[in-house]
T-cell receptor
Framework: AQRVTQPEKLLSVFKGAPVELKCNYSYSGSPELFWYVQYSRQRLQLLLRHISRESIKGFTADLNKGETSFHLKKPFAQEEDSAMYYCALIPVSWGKLQFGAGTQVVVTP | NAGVTQTPKFQVLKTGQSMTLQCAQDMNHNSMYWYRQDPGMGLRLIYYSASEGTTDKGEVPNGYNVSRLNKREFSLRLESAAPSQTSVYFC?????????FGQGTRLTVV
């Protein structure tokens, strides 16, 4: 069965400090992985997908198949990065899109 | 662009009452989903539909039923509401790249 684990419920960082959100997954095949973000009073929206290999809002995420991880990183956190972040997995394009428990990021000045 | 529209936004039910949450998307997506969001539990999949006419259970389907009425609409029904179903419910639809979410329904069962 597919599973997404986000071990940190809350990350509190200072503005300008690096931030890393951990995500581990279990799935026997080659799933597609995503990071979604939910800002206060806004809808959940896509931040990154592993296939695109791009940097969005300064965030990057690298898929490590050996460690089955897809950690999200940003070298210098900004106050506007405060939000709930969800790691998600889909085994095939038409399959179940499954989310982790989420990590609340709070960036303080 | 409307995207994904959920109704209602808020609802209070008494234990044992029934209700249907409505969801519609205008992006011609095949896949649609229903999730519930609870503190510390993240988004848990209730049901999903890979295409019109098909539905499948997610992680927490007990106490819920769904109907994929047509390609646009995917409804979630609570036949006999329980306090444990107090939650925020999200509908989503997915195309080839990303999933788009509704604004959520905050449901309280008393």
């Amino acid at each position: 069965a597919q599973r997404v684990t986000q071990p940190e419920k809350l990350l509190s960082v200072f503005k300008g400090a690096p931030v890393e959100l951990k995500c581990n997954y279990s799935y026997s095949g080659s799933p597609e992985l995503f990071w979604y973000v939910q800002y206060s009073r806004q809808r959940l929206q896509l931040l990154l997908r592993h296939i695109s290999r791009e940097s969005i809002k300064g965030f990057t995420a690298d898929l490590n198949k050996g460690e089955t991880s897809f950690h999200l990183k940003k070298p210098f956190a900004q106050e506007e990065d405060s939000a709930m972040y969800y790691c998600a997995l889909i085994p095939v394009s038409w399959g179940k899109l499954q989310f982790g428990a989420g990590t609340q990021v709070v960036v303080t000045p | 662009n409307a995207g994904v529209t959920q109704t209602p936004k808020f609802q209070v039910l008494k234990t044992g009452q029934s209700m249907t949450l409505q969801c519609a998307q205008d992006m011609n997506h095949n896949s649609m989903y229903w999730y519930r969001q609870d503190p510390g539990m993240g988004l848990r999949l209730i049901y999903y539909s890979a295409s019109e006419g098909t539905t499948d259970k997610g992680e927490v389907p007990n106490g819920y039923n769904v109907s994929r009425l047509n390609k646009r609409e995917f409804s979630l029904r609570l036949e006999s509401a329980a306090p444990s179903q107090t939650s925020v419910y999200f509908c989503a639809s997915r195309g080839e790249i990303e999933a788009f979410f509704g604004q959520g329904t905050r449901l309280t069962v008393v």
